[in-house]
């Protein structure tokens, strides 16, 4: 079975390419936009608006002046620290490697 998006009935696969078209369609006023200074936040919000884009903002910032899509961003996963093995509550129980007299004769 095809996954579809919750908001439509439409499969994903078949809405992602709307994005591309949906893009495409509007290029000439996005090239008029960014020409004029309008910053491609400003030209989403705007085309989102109107309703002629309905991809996410950062869907819409992978296409280039052509209309085609560029490398996908992959996010940066957090490091988590690794849990711990050994239990905290257990008595640290350290080998002695220095005698008492090796001790003494550096202590002076």
Known sequence: MKKTNQ???VPTSKRAKHARVQYKVNLQ???DLISEGYTKKAIYE???KEGLVSMSYSHFC?????GDLGPQKKKKRKR???PL???LNQDFDHQK???DEEFKKMTG
């Open 62 to 66: 992978r296409f280039n002046s052509e």
């Open 29 to 31: 006023k996005i090239i």
């Open 46 to 48: 705007l085309l989102h």
């Open 7 to 9: 908001k439509t009935s």
């Open 80 to 82: 988590t620290s690794k």
């Open 85 to 87: 093995t050994k239990d």
């Open 97 to 99: 490697i220095v005698t």
